[in-house]
């Protein structure tokens, strides 16, 4: 059975996530250090101890999720299990930087740093108030785009998150995006959610903060990734630091092809999948585009363990 491993994105964090990791892999507190020094301050009190709506602020979710699954993954690598055991990596959104981490293509100070950069360069993109995001539930990604642009009279509104054949996520100024769920209601959708988030994020008025992150790209060392990167924007694997750098920029404004990428996955013989880090957002979703799939949490010592022994 081929498998991947796959990282969460935003919407996972909760307050006490890798702890237990920590108290129980030398390897896993090992990575809470690093970011704590790569971004000079001590993220993992935040984590561990801090207040949920302040690990929620985009600048701070992005880089403790990551840190969070890297700190799975030592503990995997501690108990035998390599990145080599999977046969491609993939992440949802900011989950990609986590995914180019484990896989070697990234430094975890690097990672840290660069997601620090893009949740701020995020957040300051769109004023408060004037972007909005909502989930399209019941409709596909190509009814939800016809929505999207029938909403968008002459704003921003765009499927941003293509998640499952379930949901679809659309984002940009606010009205627009409150006439795509009014409209997606009338076309058949069975739910559509205003989000509680603090920007629109993956839509073209990111731009600011891809324009951010295209300069932070272009000083930091990209290598080769020890096994394929699926990217967001592709939905295909690749492994060409150059290609990675540029794809890394376009994921900002691009839409998120997470149904993409596991089909894409799945024409590659992959069917175990391994959610590392935080929740099991990811494993709802993969069920989703294919029941046949095998899914697994691994965020906690316990889970760790009951990988390992899948594996013998």
């Not at 984590?47 to 999720?65: F, K, M, S, V």
């Not at 190509?142 to 054949?165: I, K, L, M, S, Y």
């Not at 404004?253 to 992959?270: A, F, N, P």
Request: glycine share 8%; aromatic share 4%.
């Amino acid at each position: 059975m081929r498998r991947a491993f796959v990282f969460p994105g935003q919407g996972a964090q909760t307050i006490g996530m890798g702890k237990a990791l920590a108290d129980a892999y030398p390897e896993a507190k090992a990575v809470f250090d690093e970011v704590d020094a790569a971004l000079g301050e001590k993220l993992s009190t935040l984590i561990w101890e801090g207040d949920q709506d302040e690990l929620t602020l985009t600048r701070n979710a992005q880089p403790a999720l990551m840190t969070t699954s890297l700190a799975a993954m030592k503990a995997l690598e501690a108990e035998g299990v390599t990145i080599e055991a999977a046969a491609c990596v993939a992440g949802h959104s900011l989950g990609e930087y986590s995914a180019l981490a484990a896989a070697g293509a990234l430094s975890i100070a690097d990672a840290a740093r660069l997601l620090r950069t893009r949740g701020e360069a995020m957040q300051a993109a769109v004023p408060v108030g004037v972007g909005a995001m909502a989930a399209i539930l019941g409709l596909d990604f190509a009814a939800v785009q016809e929505v999207a642009e029938e909403a968008a009279q002459g704003e921003v509104c765009q499927a941003a998150n293509d998640n499952d054949p379930t949901q679809v996520v659309v984002s940009g100024h606010k009205a627009a995006v409150e006439r795509a769920a009014e409209i997606a209601k009338a076309k058949g959708a069975r739910r559509a959610v205003m989000l509680p988030v603090s920007a629109p994020f993956h839509c073209a008025l990111m731009q600011p903060a891809a324009d951010v992150m295209e300069t932070a790209l272009a000083s930091v060392d990209i290598a080769k990734p020890a096994v394929p990167v699926v990217a967001n924007v592709i939905a295909e694997g690749l492994n060409d630091p150059g290609e990675i750098r540029k794809l890394l920029v376009a994921q900002v404004t691009g839409s998120v092809r997470w149904r993409e990428s596991v089909l894409h996955m799945g024409t590659h013989d992959i069917t175990e999948f391994w959610e590392v880090g935080a929740g099991k957002a990811l494993s709802g979703m993969i069920r989703k585009v294919d029941r046949s799939n095998v899914v697994r949490a691994v965020g906690t010592p316990e889970d760790i363990k009951a990988a390992v022994e899948s594996l013998s």
